[in-house]
Every structure is written in structure tokens, then in C-alpha cells.
């Protein structure tokens, strides 16, 4: 079990003190955060892409570059790539050199994103976005796979003999997840695929994101891929914590209740018991984070939402401090308990390239040898 922190990289007002950081001072702040992230023992940073104000991190790649050069174990990865606007040629090419350069600590997430004016800022239609996101994943999965791709299709500029460069680190590509709020679609592709699936169900009540799970664990066992137990699935979170739950309300009530996305709509009171944003003591962050397995069943990744709505970086690094220190060991221990043994382990690069070598040890032909006539 993988946990880690995601960050949207908003820039936004503080409510408490009308305070908004500015665009340099934010992305220096996800760098901290990130390094943090390491210190506390988590396993995962991811950062989301987005090219329109109050948003940051529009090159992810570039980000992550940076802190891989300044990290030594955490997983790198992004919160959405956006598969619909992004070249798959150039996402083959930057995410294999950021491969290379974090020593196979990279994977990432496949999304359209939430921004619809981004399509005809990059020459797409958002009427086509299902289209897009499938016919890019295509390519983009034969890229990393095939030397030579001779490639023809509806989006963009046909390919003869292209070769993409560098190569994937140790002929690995990067793992995969395909991220969704609501399409059945997008479970779909991840599981014929067999890559992985991340549901971001911070916003939707449970019931939503039970049925897309189980569809995708169904498919992921249609397509061969394993048992629907063996599906790599993650889901998101958002919390924030004190050490007892009235602190917790009374200083994040503020930031809920101006938050960009959620603000001036359902009370801070009416989210936590219909979505899973706990606010709220470290136990009952660990106790709600539990029954994440009893609806969606045994998972890979868990992924914090921690820094956004305008909360300092200050109050956020204390909130990494808590994580890391008192709640992640328990889940991780929790989370091991009854674990069947054929559910996969979040994916690493390492166990994948152990993988890929002991599946072709497995393939050789087998020499006997015997007795001489």
C-alpha cells in the first residue's frame, strides 16, 4: 500500500488573512512540500497539470525534474496528465527522460482535466475529449513499447518509422494510472489496459465511485488481466487534522468555506459525511481512511489532498508532520491486516522490471539434458 499527498497547485487568498501568495512563491512552496513529503516517509508525491490562473504547475515534468534531482525515494507522479491537449509523442519523450533522470521513480496519471476552455487553447475539440483521450493512450502505450511505430489516426499527423527518444529506463515504460471522476469509459481503458485506476472521489458520495471501481475491477478480469482483487486501484483524500477535532473545525471552517471549488455550497458538515474530507483528530482521519477498503476493497494507492484553499505553507507542512508521523504507520499496519496475498503491491519500478524478467525466465525454453546412448 502506496501513500502519498497530491497537490492541484492552486494560488489562492487566505481567508484568514487576505494574504495571496504569488506564482513564484507557490511553486517554491509545492517544492518544500514534496521535500517534506520524503522526510515524513510517505511514498508518493503527485502534481496535477493546469495551463489557466489561479493554477501553477503547468509543466509538470519540469517540477518533477526538480525535486527527483533532490529526493532519493519518493515515488514521482502527476495528479493528471492531460492526455486530450498533450502530443503523445511528447509525452513519450519527457516522461521517459524523467524516468532516466529519477532513476525509475516516475509514473503518472492520464486525465482531460477539468478546465474546458484548455482544449481549444491547445487546437481540440472538447466535444471529442472520450476520442482523444482513447486514440492518445493508444499511441502513447505503443511508443513506449515499440522501437519502430508506424502510426496513423483521426487527431493528429501520421507517423512512419518514428522512434521515440530516450528509450524507456530498463525497456520499462513508466506505470500508468488512468484518472476519473465519472467516466465509464476511462475504467474501461484502464482496464484493457491492464494499467491502473485511479478514482478521485473527493467530490461524489461513495455510492458513485463504488460502481465505476467495480466496473473497472469486472473488465480488468475480462480482458485476462488477473482476478478483480489484482486490479491496481487508487483513490484520493483530503483531511486536515489537530489534536482534537474542535481545533481541527474551527481553523480549517474558514478555508472551506471560501474554497474556490467548494466554497459558499454544502456546509464543511454536509461534505465530510457525504465525501472523504475528514477534518478532525489524527484517529479519526485513520478511522474514516479505513472504510475506504470495506467499499472499494483492497487498494494500491492512497493520495492526500493537503495544501490548497489558501492554507499557509507553514500549517501545511505541520499537517505532513502528523501524517507521517502518526497516521500513515497505523494504516499501513491496519491496511496489511487480512490483506489477501494476491493482491498486488502498489507498483514500483523496481517490481516492475522484476517482473518483466521473471516472466521471460519463465518463457525460455526449458534444456534437458540425458542419458548418453
Known amino acids: 500500500m502506496q501513500f502519498g499527498i497530491f497537490s492541484v497547485g492552486d494560488v489562492t487568498t487566505d481567508p484568514t488573512t487576505g494574504t495571496t501568495p504569488s506564482e513564484h512563491e507557490r511553486i517554491k512552496a509545492m517544492v518544500a512540500i514534496a521535500l517534506k513529503a520524503e522526510e515524513v516517509g510517505l511514498d508518493v508525491f503527485a502534481t496535477g497539470e493546469h495551463h489557466n490562473p489561479p493554477f501553477v504547475p503547468s509543466s509538470p515534468t519540469t517540477m518533477l525534474g526538480y525535486i527527483a534531482a533532490r ?13 486530450t491537449t498533450n502530443d503523445p509523442v511528447k509525452i513519450a519523450e519527457d516522461f521517459a527522460m524523467l524516468q532516466h533522470l529519477a532513476g525509475g521513480r516516475v509514473d503518472l496519471m492520464m486525465g482531460r482535466g477539468n478546465t474546458g476552455p484548455v482544449y481549444p487553447w491547445f487546437g481540440q475539440d472538447i466535444r471529442q475529449g472520450i476520442p482523444l483521450a482513447i486514440e492518445n493512450y493508444a499511441l502513447l502505450h505503443r511508443l513506449w513499447r515499440e522501437d519502430v ?3 496513423q489516426g483521426r487527431f493528429r499527423t ?3 518509422g518514428f522512434t521515440a527518444t530516450p528509450r524507456p ?3 520499462v515504460p513508466p506505470f500508468v494510472w488512468h484518472g476519473s471522476i465519472r467516466s465509464p469509459e476511462i475504467a474501461e481503458q484502464a482496464a484493457y489496459y491492464g494499467d491502473g485506476f485511479f478514482a478521485n472521489n473527493i467530490f461524489w458520495p461513495k455510492e458513485h465511485f463504488i460502481r465505476l471501481i467495480g466496473l473497472y475491477r469486472e473488465r480488468f478480469a475480462h480482458y485476462g488481466h488477473g482476478a478483480p482483487d489484482q486490479a491496481i486501484v487508487g483513490l484520493g483524500g483530503q483531511v486536515f487534522m489537530r489534536r482534537n477535532s474542535q481545533d481541527a473545525v474551527r481553523e480549517f471552517r474558514p478555508y472551506f468555506d471560501n474554497a474556490p471549488v467548494y466554497g459558499h455550497g454544502p456546509s464543511l458538515e454536509e461534505f465530510t459525511e457525504q465525501t472523504p474530507l475528514t477534518v478532525g483528530s489524527p484517529q479519526e482521519v485513520i478511522d474514516k481512511t479505513l472504510t475506504f477498503r470495506e467499499s472499494f476493497g483492497d487498494y494500491q494507492r492512497q493520495l492526500f489532498l493537503m495544501d490548497h484553499a489558501g492554507l499557509p505553507l507553514k500549517t501545511v507542512l505541520e499537517q505532513l508532520d502528523i501524517l507521517g508521523e502518526e497516521v500513515v504507520p497505523v494504516l499501513r499496519k491496519e491496511f496489511a491486516s487480512g490483506r489477501p496475498a494476491q493482491v498486488p503491491d502498489g507498483p514500483t519500478h523496481a517490481a516492475r522490471v522484476a517482473h518483466r524478467d521473471a516472466e521471460a525466465a519463465a518463457q525460455e525454453p526449458q534444456v534437458t539434458t540425458g542419458p548418453s546412448s
Open 169 to 171: 529506463l530498463d525497456g
Open 71 to 83: 529526493t532519493e525515494r519518493i515515488i514521482l507522479s502527476t495528479a493528471t496528465t492531460l492526455i
Open 158 to 160: 501520421p507517423l512512419q
Open 149 to 151: 511505430v508506424d502510426w
